[in-house]
T-cell receptor, first 115, second 116 residues
Framework: AQSVTQPDIHITVSEGASLELRCNYS??????LFWYVQSPGQGLQLLLK??????LVQGIKGFEAEFKRSQSSFNLRKPSVHWSDAAEYFC?????????????FGTGTRLTVIP | DVKVTQSSRYLVKRTGEKVFLECVQD?????MFWYRQDPGLGLRLIYF???????EKGDIPEGYSVSREKKERFSLILESASTNQTSMYLC???????????????FGPGTRLTVL
């Protein structure tokens, strides 16, 4: 079955430290992968996406993610975290690549940033 | 900018009431989606629509129905609200065809529904 796993429910990092949020997928074909961020009380905002080509993708707010087919992973990284990055982060994969673009979401990782 | 708006940010209803959640998008997107978000469960798809008057069940359609009479508007209906439908409801929209950036879904701010 297709699925997306975010193994870390909650991560705490110090401001200025580096960040890596893990995402693993289970999907037979080449996946279309996304990272979304949800700030408190807000809807979801797209950080970055991977469809094909270069496996290292750059997103907004200084985030990047690397697609590793051999590990079925699409981990999100940021070299230096800012206090405003505190939010919930969702990895998602498109299941239906022929039209409806249905997204299947992971359960999310909550990021806390300490001064 | 793409804009997806939802009729209410917060809503409090009583058990058994009929509840309407409205979503409007202004980007001429073919697809529209309703999700509910619960702690520890992420986002789960309730219903989606890929065209006017068309609808498809998602993963958790029980207790919900939808209506799409116009392309820009997608309504979620709770026929008889129950306490286990207390949740955050998120609407999203996207273009239908696979074509680069058109794949992404754009989300509204969400409606936090409490059923007493």
């Amino acid at each position: 079955a297709q699925s997306v796993t975010q193994p870390d429910i909650h991560i705490t990092v110090s401001e200025g430290a580096s960040l890596e949020l893990r995402c693993n997928y289970s999907y037979g074909a080449t996946p279309y992968l996304f990272w979304y961020v949800q700030s408190p009380g807000q809807g979801l905002q797209l950080l970055l996406k991977y469809f094909s080509g270069d496996t290292l993708v750059q997103g907004i707010k200084g985030f990047e993610a690397e697609f590793k087919r051999s590990q079925s992973s699409f981990n999100l990284r940021k070299p230096s975290v800012h206090w405003s990055d505190a939010a919930e982060y969702f990895c998602a994969v498109v299941l239906d690549q022929t039209g409806a673009n249905n997204l299947f979401f992971g359960t999310g990782t909550r990021l806390t940033v300490i001064p | 900018d793409v804009k997806v708006t939802q009729s209410s940010r917060y809503l409090v209803k009583r058990t058994g009431e009929k509840v309407f959640l409205e979503c409007v998008q202004d980007m001429d997107h073919e697809n529209m989606f309703w999700y509910r978000q619960d702690p520890g469960l992420g986002l789960r798809l309730i219903y989606f629509s890929y065209d006017v008057k068309m609808k498809e069940k998602g993963d958790i359609p029980e207790g919900y129905s939808v209506s799409r009479e116009k392309k820009e508007r997608f309504s979620l209906i709770l026929e008889s609200a129950s306490t286990n439908q207390t949740s955050m409801y998120l609407c999203a929209s996207s273009f239908r065809r696979l074509a680069g950036v058109r794949n992404e879904q754009f989300f509204g701010p969400g409606t936090r529904l409490t059923v007493l």
